[in-house]
């Protein structure tokens, strides 16, 4: 894994609020996608980082995405997911492990968190990106706009 300035120096310059430059600061992953069309990718909690790793998991496309998490901490944490139509709910005892799978049909950002406690202020963060462009019906009558 490589941080994401350096693999997707982009993402800095398209997303400058101040939680886009906080991510900037993790790990980049990338989900595979299996023979059946189903991407699964696994996110981690290193033992006393607060973080998720990789702090930013990359999907090529949309799709369905089996994804594993691993909490490897001594403290209890969550993950609140982003999936189509409504939230999932991972609940992470230390040391446990949990699945989720999740409906990201369309390219963009989505973000991810532990919202339990504090976690020294923030609590745990995290991005799925996924990659592609909005198909023509979902675009918007504007002027065409810069890609990096």
């Known amino acids: 894994m490589t941080g994401v300035d350096q693999e997707l120096p982009a993402l800095g310059k398209q997303n400058g609020a101040a939680i886009g430059r906080l991510l900037a600061t993790g790990k980049v992953g990338h989900?595979?996608?299996?023979?059946?069309?189903?991407?699964?990718?696994?996110?981690?909690?290193?033992?006393?980082?607060?973080?998720?790793?990789?702090?930013?998991?990359?999907?090529?496309?949309?799709?369905?995405?089996?994804?594993?998490l691993a909490n490897d901490d001594l403290n209890t944490h969550c993950a609140l997911l982003p999936s189509n139509g409504d939230f999932q709910f991972l609940w992470m005892v230390n040391h446990s492990r949990g699945t989720a799978t999740l409906h990201l049909d369309g390219p963009g950002y989505?973000?991810?968190?532990?919202?339990?406690?504090?976690?020294?202020?923030?609590?745990?963060?995290?991005?799925?990106?996924?990659?592609?462009?909005?198909?023509?019906e979902a675009r918007l009558d504007r002027p065409k706009q810069p890609r990096p």
Do not use: C, K
């Open 110 to 136: 989505y973000w991810y968190g532990s919202p339990t406690g504090n976690d020294e202020g923030r609590g745990l963060t995290g991005a799925i990106v996924v990659m592609g462009d909005a198909p023509p």
């Open 31 to 68: 989900a595979e996608e299996g023979p059946d069309g189903r991407m699964h990718a696994r996110i981690r909690i290193p033992p006393d980082e607060l973080a998720y790793e990789p702090a930013v998991l990359v999907l090529p496309h949309g799709g369905e995405l089996e994804l594993e």
